[in-house]
């Protein structure tokens, strides 16, 4: 139990290192603020593919081979890879990984998947089972809107509270040596169901859950907000933001400047019309994997947390008028020295 810190947090005392990584944009991605943090934008949203779930599936695979050719690591050099999707039985990664021969794990935690990705793969290799892993995630707007909403041919009105899903895909390669932005902390969330049934409005939804989870990081580590250079929500969009700022000042605890959201970060909302931000397993993937990690590396950040968060619904779930239970995970990434 040396490594357990509290209830929720497990301290990686190898701190495992992120050697290489990538993100993978669309279009409409690659026109907003972090255009020139991606590695690969897309000018056609098939991908070169005939249906956007396999648009989704080819994104993944492009995102993985630019992690591995960044890392010069052979594919077969990886013990495992972590990855997830928002499509039912998350069929983007499993077709996108079912022919590497590699040791495989499909994970589901909604837009959360990212960092639960990392915190697995990371405990793995601090635990001695693995030396090379690769997380992964991503999403795609088309493929989402089918699953979750309404056709795009429909043309529905969207809510001023909903949110705008990425599309997009993030790489991470998880090492046991190398150098590189370290993993030293692990808090998993725990379900938080706030009762809110909008399937337009994930950012409440999934607030509570971001908000449990990083006063359990800063309860289980005894940091304080300001002990990080920035902190990063994965995906609320601006309404989710400012409702976990308000929770916090009811604690007597203001989160400032240094506390972003990846859905408020990756469009400009008002000139690219995405309402309240964006979404998706992809968002915060490829803004960590291709804009916080590139900021660490340049030492503009030299610790940052990293809490990604996940609306754990379906479309059955909804038509039966159910509620949204939201996830939240954090992990703490620091250079080393710092």
């Known amino acids: ?18 050697k290489a990584h990538a ?49 010069r690591l052979a594919p077969s050099e990886l013990d495992y890879v972590f990855a997830g999707d928002l499509l039912s039985q998350c069929i983007s990664s499993s077709f996108a990984f079912k022919d590497s021969g590699l040791p495989y794990f499909g994970l589901y935690g909604a837009c959360s998947t990212m960092a639960e990705a990392l915190s697995l793969g990371a405990m793995l290799v601090d635990g001695g089972f693995g030396e090379n892993i690769c ?12 699953q979750f909403r309404f056709p795009l041919e429909y043309g529905a009105l969207r809510a001023p509270s909903s949110q705008w899903t990425v599309t997009g895909a993030g790489s991470a390669i998880i090492s046991s040596s190398g150098s590189g932005p370290q993993i030293t902390n692990v808090t998993t969330g725990f379900i938080v169901d706030a009762g809110i049934t909008d399937a337009n409005n994930m950012g409440a939804a999934m607030a509570p859950a971001a908000y449990e989870t ?35 000042k009811k604690d007597g605890v203001t989160l400032g400047p240094e506390y972003m959201d990846c859905g408020v970060l990756i469009y400009d909302r008002l000139a690219q019309q995405v309402n309240a931000g964006g979404s998706g397993a992809g968002c915060c993937a490829s803004v960590l994997c291709g804009h916080i990690l590139d900021c660490l590396e340049k030492g503009i950040w030299k610790k940052i ?3 990604a968060t996940g609306a754990l619904m379906s479309p059955t779930s909804s038509m039966q008028g159910g509620s949204i239970p939201g996830i939240c995970h954090a992990v703490s990434i620091e250079m080393e020295g710092a």
């Open 1 to 18: 139990m040396l490594k357990r810190k509290g209830r929720q947090t497990i301290q990686l005392l190898s701190a495992p290192v992120i």
């Open 23 to 71: 993100a993978v944009a669309g279009k409409k991605e690659g026109q907003g603020p972090l255009k020139n943090c991606f590695d690969l934008i897309s000018e056609d949203s098939y991908f070169g593919e005939e249906s956007w779930e396999k648009a989704e599936s080819h994104m993944l695979k492009q995102c993985f081979t630019l992690a591995c050719d960044k890392g």
């Open 135 to 146: 997380a992964i995630t991503g999403s795609h707007f088309c493929s989402a809107e089918r």
């Open 214 to 248: 990083l006063k359990a990081h800063f309860n289980d580590t005894g940091r304080t907000p300001n002990y990080y250079d920035a902190i990063f929500t994965g995906d609320l969009g601006i309404l989710g933001r400012d409702i976990v700022q308000d929770l916090f």
């Open 305 to 307: 947390l990293f809490a």
